[in-house]
C-alpha cells in the first residue's frame, strides 16, 4: 500500500476527520488530503507530525520488515527512503523493531537533515565516520570532524546540516526508535 493510503486507512480506523488530524499535526486540510491522494509527497516534519497524531512510530508508513537475521550483509541493508528528504538511511540493525535503532546515514554537502528543528521521545549517539556536519541543538551548535561522536536527548529540538565539502556518512543509534 502507498504512503498516502496508509496515512487514510489508519485516519479512518481512528475515526479521525481530514480536518481534525490537520489541526492536530497544524498542517493544512488540503495538504492532509493531497497526501493521502498520493498527489503531495510530505516533508519528513510533516509525515513525522502525521505519525505523532496518529500515534505510530514513522516505519508504519513503510514497509514491514519481518526477518530477523542477525546479520545483516552490506548488499541486503535495508535503506528508508523519506520524500523530499536530503538523507539516506540504511539500517544496520534488523529490522525497526526492536528497542533500539541503527542507521548509517549519509548527507551530500550543504543539505540538512530536515527543513526545521524536530525533536521526539528518546535519546540519540552519532559518530561521524567520514565528512563534516553542524547539529543545531536547541540554541546550541556542535561541529563533528571524522571520528567525532555526540550524545544527547532528544527531546531538545535538533537538526543537523553538512558544512563540508564531501558527501557527510555517520552511524547513529537511537533509543526508541523513532521511525
Not at 500500500?1 to 490537520?22: D, V
Not at 493531497?34 to 500515534?55: C, F, H, T, Y
Not at 559518530?127 to 571520528?147: D, F, S
Request: hydrophobic share 35%; with cysteine.
Amino acid at each position: 500500500m502507498q504512503l498516502g493510503g496508509k496515512i487514510r486507512q489508519l485516519r479512518k480506523q481512528q475515526k479521525i476527520s481530514i480536518e481534525q488530524l490537520a489541526k492536530t499535526c497544524n498542517l493544512s486540510t488540503g495538504l492532509i488530503s493531497q497526501m493521502e491522494r498520493g498527489i503531495n509527497i510530505p516533508s519528513v516534519i510533516s509525515l513525522w507530525k502525521v505519525a505523532k497524531a496518529l500515534n505510530v512510530p514513522m516505519n508504519y508508513f513503510f514497509d514491514d520488515y519481518k526477518d530477523d537475521l542477525p546479520i545483516i550483509r552490506k548488499s541486503e541493508r535495508k535503506k528508508i527512503i523519506i520524500p523530499n528528504s536530503n538523507v539516506t538511511y540504511e539500517l544496520l540493525s534488523p529490522n525497526l523493531n526492536k528497542k533500539m535503532e541503527l542507521l548509517l546515514i549519509k548527507l551530500e554537502p550543504g543539505k540538512c537533515s530536515s527543513d526545521d528543528l524536530i525533536s521526539h521521545e528518546g535519546e540519540e549517539c552519532g559518530y561521524m565516520i567520514q565528512g563534516t556536519i553542524k547539529i543545531k541543538y536547541g540554541n546550541k551548535e556542535y561541529i563533528l570532524n571524522e571520528g567525532d561522536s555526540i550524545y544527547y536527548d532528544s527531546t531538545v529540538a535538533h537538526r543537523f546540516v553538512n558544512i563540508g565539502e564531501v558527501e557527510a556518512i555517520s552511524i547513529w543509534t537511537m533509543t526508541p526508535p523513532s521511525f
